[in-house]
């Protein structure tokens, strides 16, 4: 089984092209409060310079489904992540509006309870993978910080759900990762970055070399 490689919070795009050209699936795009957020102008002057193989994944906290819509419409996206609980089905609704041709992921963030988050959204069909973060006080992604690899193993043989590893994932840690989880696929921001907001060219080749020899030993 092929590896699912993400490259996240990009905010040019010669950063998302380092991803394209490291080989990377799918890049993606904070449209959420962060040191690396970016506004919908912003990523529809982007990805119309990326090649259509490419995924483009927008992460939102708290948007409203007309928010996500408009985004999605706005820039071309190719799948969502929601990184929030409650409230609409916004995977139903957007399932029934765009179909099968939006990718969506919904995030859990690794605690005590992530186990029985993970088997409750497993059951709805709408989704088509968890990503499994961690978070701060102050921070719903990006931290940099990895959660506990030997005690998650078991979260990722959630039946039935493509699962995706986030949260303090870099060129160093990622085969362990891959070891440890056995993940569908792995998702990395802070851990390839110069600086917040801007890549570096080396560890995102980096990375997603070691990702997939990773997966193929």
């Not at 995706?164 to 989880?181: C, F, R, S, T, Y």
Request: aromatic share 6%.
């Amino acid at each position: 089984m092929s590896l699912w490689v993400k490259v996240c919070a990009n905010t040019s795009l010669a950063d998302a092209m380092l991803a394209v050209d490291a080989g990377a699936d799918a890049v993606g795009f904070v449209f959420a409060q962060s040191p690396r957020q970016v506004t919908v102008t912003q990523v529809a002057l982007i990805t119309p310079g990326l090649p259509s193989s490419i995924e483009k994944i927008g992460v939102f906290v708290g948007s409203t489904f007309d928010e996500i819509v408009s985004a999605v419409e706005s820039c071309g996206l190719t799948g969502v992540q929601l990184h929030f609980e409650g409230g609409e089905d916004l995977a139903g609704r957007l399932r029934e509006r765009f179909g099968s041709a939006l990718r969506i992921l919904h995030v859990v963030h690794y605690a005590a309870d992530a186990s029985e988050k993970a088997a409750s959204l497993a059951e709805n069909k709408q989704i088509d993978g968890i990503l499994v973060d961690s978070r701060t006080s102050t921070a719903i992604g990006g931290t940099g910080i990895r959660f506990d690899w030997d005690a998650a193993a078991s979260l990722f043989g959630t039946a039935g759900m493509k699962m995706v590893a986030a949260g303090g994932l870099g060129p160093a840690n990622v085969a362990e990762a891959i070891e440890k989880l056995r993940p569908w696929g792995v998702d990395v921001a802070s851990g390839v970055e110069a600086a917040p907001g801007r890549k570096d060219p080396a560890k995102v080749r980096a990375f997603v070399e070691n990702a997939r020899r990773a997966r193929a030993s």
